[in-house]
């Protein structure tokens, strides 16, 4: 995967954070995710398709999504539920949606929003695209943005579909 | 005026509902019903006479083009809002040639879909 398509999605998710939750993020160092654990405990997964495809999965911290919940729903959640659920799908949809808008020579359609809770869930990324981890830092908490896509240089049958376990 | 019209929203997030809802709200329109996915949209649409429609894009079951479509097809012409992710200038093409009335890209600031919805309601 190549590093420029990155800034996209990067500048996607503090612009989410900063527009929808009023909440300043901290980018950290980009890396090359080595493990296929996501670092936290609620992760909002979309896989795109078109000319690239892979996965984009946002990890948060439930501290964050707690007070995401407070910002965006107006109501105090203090346990990881429906309403939890739905809103780390929104966030992860809108970051996907967001970056693919800026990668239009892909024509990438985004998919629906799986979120996956519970500690050492796994994520199952395209083996021939591994992906890149941004760690960022909120005054909530932390959270991860990891980032899978390959080009296509074959047919689209050809290609090995990404894989959510 | 504002107070009395009839809004369907329709979106498959029920947090992005409840945040159109607010500011439904807080311009004085409270008569509101939702539908999580396109096909409920269509369904409540040919049930009930609306004033105003907000409807996402990527929805389970139709999507909000889908909407558009089977609401022009009626010949209705009422106001319809895409509030969606599809920022790209053919998606935007797209929804205009199916008859959206206007578009807000996500994320939003509270205060745009506040004035679209100001606009279209008060018209």
Same mark, same amino acid.
């Given at each position: 995967?190549?590093?420029?398509?990155?800034?996209?999605?990067?500048?996607?998710?503090?612009?989410?954070?900063?527009?929808?939750?009023?909440?300043?993020?901290?980018?950290?160092?980009?890396?090359?995710?080595?493990?296929?654990?996501?670092?936290?405990? #609620?992760? @909002?997964?979309?896989?795109?398709?078109? +000319?690239?495809?892979? /996965?984009? =999965?946002?990890?948060?911290?439930?501290? &964050?999504?707690?007070?995401?919940?407070?910002?965006?729903?107006?109501?105090?959640?203090?346990?990881?539920?429906?309403?939890?659920?739905?809103?780390?799908?929104?966030?992860?949809?809108? #970051?996907? @949606?967001?970056?693919?808008?800026?990668? +239009?020579?892909?024509? /990438?359609? =985004?998919?629906?929003?799986?979120?996956? &809770?519970?500690?050492?869930?796994?994520?199952?990324?395209?083996?021939?695209?591994?992906?890149?981890?941004?760690?960022?830092?909120?005054?909530?908490?932390?959270?991860?943005?990891?980032?899978?896509?390959?080009?296509?240089?074959?047919?689209?049958?050809?290609?090995?579909?990404?894989?959510?376990? | 005026?504002?107070?009395?019209?009839?809004?369907?929203?329709?979106?498959?997030?029920?947090?992005?509902?409840?945040?159109?809802?607010?500011?439904?709200?807080?311009?004085?329109?409270?008569?509101?019903?939702?539908?999580?996915?396109?096909?409920?949209?269509?369904?409540?649409?040919?049930?009930?006479?609306?004033?105003?429609?907000?409807?996402?894009?990527?929805?389970?079951?139709?999507?909000?083009?889908?909407?558009?479509?089977?609401?022009?097809?009626?010949?209705?012409?009422?106001?319809?809002?895409?509030?969606?992710?599809?920022?790209?200038?053919?998606?935007?093409?797209?929804?205009?040639?199916?008859?959206?009335?206007?578009?807000?890209?996500?994320?939003?600031?509270?205060?745009?879909?506040?004035?679209?919805?100001?606009?279209?309601?008060?018209?």
């Amino acid at each position: 995967m190549k590093v420029e398509y990155i800034n996209p999605f990067v500048n996607a998710t503090t612009d989410v954070f900063d527009t929808m939750l009023s909440c300043p993020l901290t980018r950290g160092e980009l890396r090359l995710s080595g493990q296929d654990q996501p670092e936290h405990d #609620i992760s @909002g997964v979309i896989g795109l398709s078109g +000319d690239a495809s892979g /996965l984009v =999965v946002v990890s948060i911290d439930k501290q &964050v999504a707690f007070q995401a919940a407070r910002v965006m729903l107006c109501e105090p959640i203090s346990t990881i539920n429906a309403d939890i659920v739905d809103l780390v799908g929104e966030l992860a949809n809108m #970051i996907a @949606g967001a970056a693919k808008a800026k990668l +239009d020579d892909f024509e /990438l359609s =985004v998919s629906l929003p799986t979120v996956i &809770v519970g500690t050492n869930h796994v994520i199952g990324f395209p083996s021939n695209a591994r992906p890149i981890c941004i760690p960022f830092e909120s005054p909530w908490g932390s959270l991860c943005l990891e980032v899978s896509l390959k080009e296509h240089e074959e047919p689209i049958a050809n290609q090995e579909p990404a894989a959510v376990a | 005026m504002i107070m009395s019209a009839k809004v369907l929203v329709a979106d498959d997030s029920g947090t992005m509902r409840k945040i159109i809802i607010r500011s439904l709200n807080a311009v004085g329109v409270t008569d509101v019903t939702e539908a999580a996915d396109g096909a409920e949209a269509l369904l409540k649409f040919a049930e009930e006479q609306f004033d105003l429609v907000l409807t996402d894009w990527n929805m389970p079951e139709k999507t909000g083009l889908e909407v558009i479509e089977g609401i022009r097809g009626q010949g209705s012409k009422v106001p319809i809002v895409m509030i969606t992710t599809e920022a790209e200038q053919r998606r935007v093409l797209d929804a205009i040639r199916a008859g959206v009335s206007d578009y807000l890209v996500k994320p939003f600031q509270a205060d745009q879909l506040r004035e679209k919805i100001d606009k279209l309601v008060s018209v």
